[in-house]
């Protein structure tokens, strides 16, 4: 989202926002005579609302079921999206206090815009207004272009963003990158949605576990345990996503099931908790099979995670673990070659792997 501040030395009001390389800022406007309570309240309430209009970009009706079902989730959602339009009527005509109390909104979107325009009117400059009404479209369209798949200019933002989402476009996009380079390069944190990029990282994996598979005659989805052996590397997510590919999942699914896991904890929810419970007892099991000790059993669990990715940034954190199988099916693959070059095979036959599969990527 996009983080607004006052610049006290310049008595302005500015836009922060993230770029993948370092943040970004612009000045919005150059405030009249205000006191600091109402130019620090500005930018609260710019933020607030930035913060839940990028919400329906990060949480959208589609990942959440039929919109068209009333008071669900994804009607909710699609309700919120909507609310865009009111954006600029609620900054232009607040609702404000009166004998009876004041009416607020059950719309985050809406109430935002209402604070927001409350504070304007407190200012009452009619310049000021306009500016900010400025600054909420640009900020809109930027969240339009994103759900468009166009990451440019503010757009920009959602690469450090998670989405249970996926855009083709994107998904194109990264496996262009991915087949100049299998390993990965830079591009894919900073010029693409991270989940778009996941999804042609984990059809790249799959092309990269065959690869080595075969040469190390091992099967796909033990590629990644074999590798770790070689170095230490994340193996847990590849192999998950591995064998979710290999039992005839898509990469899509496989990428938008485990990106919308995470954000769920992230929210305080445990998603599948019958599948939490499988997996300690998973850990207990195999705790009993190996006759460990109570201090390695109590580590296991402790090492336990309700979220396989990281909440705060599950779909980087999904990306970085593929890239790093990749990598590892490389590593093994070269520990198994007899051949010159083998970082140069390697890549062949991954780029051939993924011909083979191309039908597949989305």
Known sequence: MTRYAFDTDRNALIATWASGRGDLAETVALLPPVNTEHATDLASHLTTLSRFQWRTYTHPASAAGDPDIPHS??????????????????????NLPTEHGLVVSYSGVVESAHRLGRTLHAIDDPGLRTAIIEEIRREQAAIESAELGDLTGRARQAVELSRPDVSPAQVQAADDLLRQDPLGSIELFTELDPASAAVAAAHWLYAAAEAAGELAELATVDVIAEADDIEALPVEIPTLVLERLTAGETPTDVVTDLIAEAMAVSEGHVPNPWGVVARVADIEEQARKHNVDGATRAALLAEFRISRLDPTRPALDLLEDLLDGIRGCLLLYVEHSAEDAPETNFIEDVRAEADDNRDRLL
């Open 73 to 94: 989730e994804a009607y909710r959602r699609a309700e919120e999206r909507r609310n865009f339009k009111e954006v600029e009527p609620g900054i232009r005509t607040p």
